[in-house]
């Protein structure tokens, strides 16, 4: 799988195994099948890092932006409003692709229809901004009517309005936390309060998110996102363990052998910042593909929605 990324994958090999060595020990990838299906788990994460720098580089024509155009693609989507200087719908895509998130089996079908309005226009932040309150009213009207899933990552999220998860409650959470002045604004301010560095910025952010039904999870993939697409300049500096399942799991399990082996979660940070330290991956890829890759350590399973 992926020839052009063997020696990627060849490098990444050696230095797990250089580290369980020579810096410290990787009882979870003791044997080669193991430590080759990580190596492949942070290729398939460094893969998705790769495909956003790729999706900003080339000019995004419109329609690409338009959910009722059919040619709609939520990446591209927000490169576009990048590219024309719209920051505001591009922050606002963000938060609709985290919330939705994107299923293997329907893509980004959800998100598309409630965005383009079932075809009736588009809520675009400027509306929903002057009236929140018309967005949710609309989807408790038409919600029977969308089609597609939540993305493995909200997959206990509704679109009922009498949910205790409805959409309605965490727009409104969202659209609080920005706060009126918009996410220029928002970021800018956060900015200054926090300093210049990417990773104490981030931190700041992710403690400040007031968002309904965003665990965990959801905080760090949208700010990821954020970062990734330069709406904000920041980046995870830790993996952030704390509240964390499949990641934590995963760290358990490259370093002490057992998926629920004894480590505080400042230990785990410890020690994946040591790790990162020889394989230069950055926290997103690192938190990436540890959850990845406890699902099936010793078989390569490329996870995509």
């Given at each position: 799988?992926?020839?052009?990324?063997?020696?990627?994958?060849?490098?990444?090999?050696?230095?797990?195994?250089?580290?369980?060595?020579?810096?410290?020990?990787?009882?979870?990838?003791?044997?080669?099948?193991?430590?080759?299906?990580?190596?492949?788990?942070?290729?398939?994460?460094?893969?998705?890092?790769?495909?956003?720098?790729?999706v900003?580089?080339?000019?995004?024509?419109?329609?690409?932006?338009?959910?009722?155009?059919?040619?709609?693609?939520?990446?591209?989507?927000?490169?576009?409003?990048?590219?024309?200087?719209?920051?505001?719908?591009?922050?606002?895509?963000?938060?609709?692709?985290?919330?939705?998130?994107?299923?293997?089996?329907?893509?980004?079908?959800?998100?598309?229809?409630?965005?383009?309005?079932?075809?009736?226009?588009?809520?675009?932040?400027?509306?929903?901004?002057?009236?929140?309150?018309?967005m949710?009213?609309?989807?408790?009207?038409?919600?029977?009517?969308?089609?597609?899933k939540?993305g493995?990552?909200?997959?206990?999220?509704s679109?009922?309005?009498?949910?205790?998860?409805?959409?309605?409650?965490?727009?409104?959470?969202?659209?609080?936390?920005?706060?009126?002045?918009?996410?220029?604004?928002?970021?800018?301010?956060?900015?200054?309060?926090?300093?210049?560095?990417?990773?104490?910025?981030?931190?700041?952010?992710?403690?400040?998110?007031?968002?309904?039904?965003?665990?965990?999870l959801?905080?760090?993939?949208?700010?990821?996102?954020?970062?990734?697409?330069?709406?904000?300049?920041?980046?995870?500096?830790?993996?952030?363990?704390?509240?964390?399942?499949?990641?934590?799991?995963?760290?358990?399990?490259?370093?002490?052998?057992?998926?629920?082996?004894?480590?505080?979660?400042?230990?785990?940070?410890?020690?994946?910042?040591?790790?990162?330290?020889?394989?230069?991956?950055?926290?997103?890829?690192?938190?990436?593909?540890l959850?990845?890759?406890?699902?099936?350590?010793?078989?390569?399973?490329?996870?995509?929605?």
């Open positions: 799988m992926w020839p052009s990324r063997q020696q990627q994958r060849a490098q990444i090999f050696n230095a797990l195994q250089n580290h369980s060595a020579n810096v410290r020990n990787l009882p979870g990838v003791a044997v080669n099948l193991a430590r080759d299906t990580l190596a492949m788990q942070f290729v398939a994460s460094l893969r998705r890092e790769d495909y956003y720098k790729r900003q580089e080339k000019d995004v024509p419109a329609r690409k932006a338009d959910p009722n155009s059919g040619s709609f693609d939520a990446e591209r989507a927000v490169a576009f409003h990048m590219q024309n200087g719209n920051v505001e719908e591009a922050a606002w895509l963000v938060f609709l692709m985290t919330h939705f998130a994107r299923p293997a089996s329907s893509g980004w079908l959800r998100l598309r229809q409630v965005y383009g309005r079932l075809g009736g226009g588009i809520w675009d932040w400027q509306t929903v901004t002057a009236n929140p309150q018309a949710i009213n609309w989807l408790a009207a038409y919600w029977m009517n969308i089609e597609g939540f493995n990552h909200r997959k206990y999220e679109l009922r309005p009498d949910s205790n998860r409805s959409f309605g409650d965490v727009l409104q959470s969202y659209v609080d936390w920005i706060g009126p002045a918009g996410h220029q604004a928002f970021f800018a301010a956060m900015i200054q309060k926090s300093g210049n560095n990417p990773a104490t910025i981030f931190d700041a952010l992710y403690r400040s998110m007031k968002v309904r039904t965003f665990g965990r959801a905080k760090f993939d949208y700010l990821a996102l954020i970062g990734r697409y330069g709406i904000a300049h920041i980046e995870p500096g830790s993996a952030y363990f704390k509240g964390a399942t499949g990641p934590a799991s995963g760290a358990r399990l490259l370093f002490t052998g057992s998926h629920s082996g004894a480590a505080t979660e400042a230990q785990l940070q410890s020690w994946v910042d040591e790790l990162d330290a020889g394989l230069h991956v950055g926290m997103a890829v690192m938190e990436d593909a959850c990845n890759w406890q699902k099936d350590p010793t078989n390569f399973v490329h996870y995509k929605g």
